[in-house]
T-cell receptor
Framework: SAVISQKPSRDICQRGTSLTIQCQVD?????MFWYRQQPGQSLTLIAT?????????ESGFVIDKFPISRPNLTFSTLTVSNMSPEDSSIYLC???????????FGQGTRLTVV | KQEVTQIPAALSVPEGENLVLNCSFT??????LQWFRQDPGKGLTSLLL?????REQTSGRLNASLDKSSGRSTLYIAASQPGDSATYLC???????????FGAGTTVTVRA
């Protein structure tokens, strides 16, 4: 298994500002993923972040809005830029030790934009 | 595109009753299926992982079955306890793109 530390656990932000969410894993992993869970909804994949390459974004998500860094095999950040109330969600980091194996999740970042 | 459906959306049972949670998916080309638990406002905890070649997995009071050909999985929780109250999510990983597709979840309340 993998232990994932995600920071911050929650935040309340003003519209128009940006928030960077950190994800730290206790072991080296190949695949890291960022998900969004809007209120009352299930999880939607934002992007896949592999070390040493640009993140791959899903349809409806763009790099200018959700820039991602993956500087090494244990760490990644997701920035939510120029926030609006519609960005209020839980953002979750997920890892797989090897592609296609069991997925593990962090505790999430609950973001409220006012 | 993989569609994952979970029925029922919510379930309320008295303590001690067995729970049966259903998950169906439209594309049988899956790599694995995973069941998660989510407490309110929190992240996901992995409960069981079933590979596409497996029929079931068990962990303590939890048992999950998989019928890939019919596109169904069932999570059984025996002798439910109030601590089992949570939302249970089913996620299917495609064998072509290795991406997880999630169901909307079943919210379980176990009454003491």
């Amino acid at each position: 298994s993998a232990v994932i530390s995600q920071k911050p656990s929650r935040d309340i932000c003003q519209r128009g500002t940006s928030l960077t969410i950190q994800c730290q894993v206790d072991s080296q992993v190949t695949m890291m993923f960022w998900y969004r869970q809007q209120p009352g909804q299930s999880l939607t994949l934002i992007a896949t972040a592999n070390q040493g390459s640009e993140a791959t974004y899903e349809s409806g998500f763009v790099i200018d809005k959700f820039p991602i860094s993956r500087p090494n095999l244990t760490f990644s950040t997701l920035t939510v830029s120029n926030m609006s109330p519609e960005d209020s969600s839980i953002y979750l980091c997920s890892v797989e030790a090897v592609e296609g194996t069991e997925a593990f999740f962090g505790q999430g970042t609950r973001l409220t934009v006012v | 595109k993989q569609e994952v459906t979970q029925i029922p959306a919510a379930l309320s049972v008295p303590e001690g009753e067995n729970l049966v949670l259903n998950c169906s998916f439209t594309d049988s080309a899956i790599y694995n299926l995973q069941w998660f638990r989510q407490d309110p406002g929190k992240g996901l905890t992995s409960l069981l992982l079933i590979q596409s070649s497996q029929r079931e997995q068990t962990s303590g009071r939890l048992n999950a079955s998989l019928d890939k050909s019919s596109g169904r999985s069932t999570l059984y929780i025996a002798a439910s306890q109030p601590g089992d109250s949570a939302t249970y999510l089913c996620a299917v990983k495609g064998s072509n793109d290795y991406k997880l597709s999630f169901g909307a979840g079943t919210t379980v309340t176990v009454r003491a």
